[in-house]
């Protein structure tokens, strides 16, 4: 912990996996001797670089931008980058971490990594997304490559600036490189499916822990916070399955629709206008509540909750309202959602169902894969052959999870599923691979 001061994010989910690590160590004393879990703590290479731009008034600003190339035992590094001002270097190592538990789960070969600056895209011009994109790969270029590290979309990156960082790309290389990034737009080299994956993986992850409980999500009433790409896309594919998902939320606040949130407004709101979840009042008269505080979406009662915002949105108190509420399903759509104290109440509760960050939301980066696959062997696959893929990939997750639980003793725990079938896979290739 010292050699790492001042990262709570990295401790706490450094802590989340290591504390279910217990029954397979004591299986595998051998990789004691290997020192495998300090070799697993820290990265392989970490890349932190100065990022200066000029603003549409000829002001120069200077922004820090991180790669942390976590794990390549499985496979190049993979994961997203974040632009948001929260930033910094033990955020990007938490997400490191636990891509390469998650890239493990999905059983394809990808090793893991995350990275991003802390520039706020919220209220910037287009020009200065663009010019503050090219700046930034204008120093990533050279660490990254189709075999080496393919970074993807997160938080403030979606197609637009995946667009901008691959044509400065592109001019630095004199290559067009399609599998160096992933999340491009169908037009040039992106998958379909794609933009949609987190958000639906989410929701048949949560068909598949419902339906061990014989329920399903038709006639569910579901939460949602957040208003971005993963929260958009649960909404929907949660709607397509029949549930009633009544919340949508952004920094400033939650809209509550005991209707049923309409999802035609949200996305003009969100995708078309870049606008604020308030201004869904004005979309939508009629029943619909505006709360601004954004974690009061775990005060209203329903069957699901999924948090898509971003890290530490649920902590103990928000978990035991849910529960008290009638909540039966927690999954994560966000990447460590739940403190470790909520995490805990879920787990000790009996009949609750909890599926955790690395297998919830692990259809984002499978289908990164299934788009790594298509670039290769420059393909195009249709909508529903590429979902019809995802929907198999998070089928096969929720069963390793599962039935590593079980042969572990602990039937129906997902985290302890999730991070023993996660860990196992990277440290055996690790270990075949050498002290490197
Ligand atoms: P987006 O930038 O598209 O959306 C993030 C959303 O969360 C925005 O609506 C944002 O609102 C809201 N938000 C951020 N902070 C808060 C907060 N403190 N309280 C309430 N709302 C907040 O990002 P994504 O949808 O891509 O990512 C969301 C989460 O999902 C992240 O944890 C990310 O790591 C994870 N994830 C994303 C994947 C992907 O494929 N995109 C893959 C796997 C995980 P505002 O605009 O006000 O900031």
């Not at 160590?25 to 890349?47: A, G, M, N, S, V």
């Not at 930033?87 to 789960?105: A, D, P, R, T």
């Not at 909750?305 to 008290?324: F, G, V």
Request: aromatic share 8%; net charge negative; glycine share 12%.
């Amino acid at each position: 912990f010292a050699r790492n001061s001042g990262e709570p994010e990295f401790h706490q989910a450094v802590a989340e996996v290591l504390d279910c690590l217990g029954p397979v160590l004591e299986r595998h004393p051998e990789y004691f001797d290997l020192d495998i879990i300090r070799r697993l703590c820290e990265p392989e290479r970490q890349i932190i670089f100065r990022v200066p731009w000029i603003d549409d008034s000829g002001r120069v600003h200077i922004n820090r931008g991180f790669r942390v190339e976590f794990n390549s035992a499985l496979g190049p590094y993979k994961g997203g980058l974040r632009f948001h001002p929260s930033v910094n270097l033990g955020i990007v190592k938490f997400l490191g971490f636990e891509q390469i538990f998650k890239n493990s789960l999905t059983g394809l070969p990808l090793g893991g990594g995350k990275g991003g600056a802390d520039f706020d895209p919220r209220g910037k011009s287009e020009r200065e997304v663009m010019v503050f994109c090219q700046s930034f790969m204008t120093e990533l270029h050279r660490h990254i490559g189709e075999h080496t590290d393919v970074p993807a979309g997160d938080i403030g990156v979606g197609a637009r600036e995946i667009g901008f960082l691959f044509g400065q790309y592109k001019r630095l290389t004199n290559r067009f490189e399609a599998g160096v990034l992933t999340g491009k737009h169908t037009h040039w080299g992106g998958s379909q499916a794609r933009t949609e994956a987190t958000g639906y993986g989410l929701v048949f992850f949560v068909r598949e822990l419902l339906a061990t409980k014989g329920r399903a999500l038709d006639g569910a009433s579901v939460a949602v916070s957040g208003a971005g790409n993963v929260a958009i896309y649960a909404i929907e594919k949660a709607q397509q399955l029949g549930a009633k998902v009544v919340t949508a939320s952004d920094s400033s606040g939650v809209i509550y629709d005991p209707d049923g949130i309409k999802l035609e407004a949200l996305k003009r709101i969100k995708l078309e206008r870049r606008g604020r979840i308030h201004e869904y009042l004005d979309e939508v008269p009629g029943q619909a509540e505006f709360r601004e505080d954004a974690t009061s979406v775990w005060d209203i009662p329903v069957d699901v909750a999924l948090p898509c915002a971003t890290q530490n949105e649920i902590d103990a108190p928000h978990a035991k309202r849910l529960i008290s509420n009638g909540c039966l399903c927690v999954a994560e759509g966000a990447n460590m959602p739940n403190t470790a104290a909520a995490i805990e109440i879920y787990r000790e509760t009996p009949g609750m169902l909890f599926g955790p960050a690395k297998a919830a939301n692990s259809g984002g980066v499978a289908t990164s894969a299934l788009e790594m696959q298509q670039n290769a062997s420059r393909d195009s696959w249709s909508f529903e052959h590429t979902e019809s893929r995802l929907e198999d990939i998070i089928r096969q997750v929720h069963q390793r999870c599962r039935d590593t639980a079980e042969e572990f003793g602990a039937p129906g725990d997902y985290t302890l599923g999730a991070n023993i079938a996660g860990f196992s896979k990277v440290v055996e290739a690790m270990i075949a691979q050498g002290v490197v």
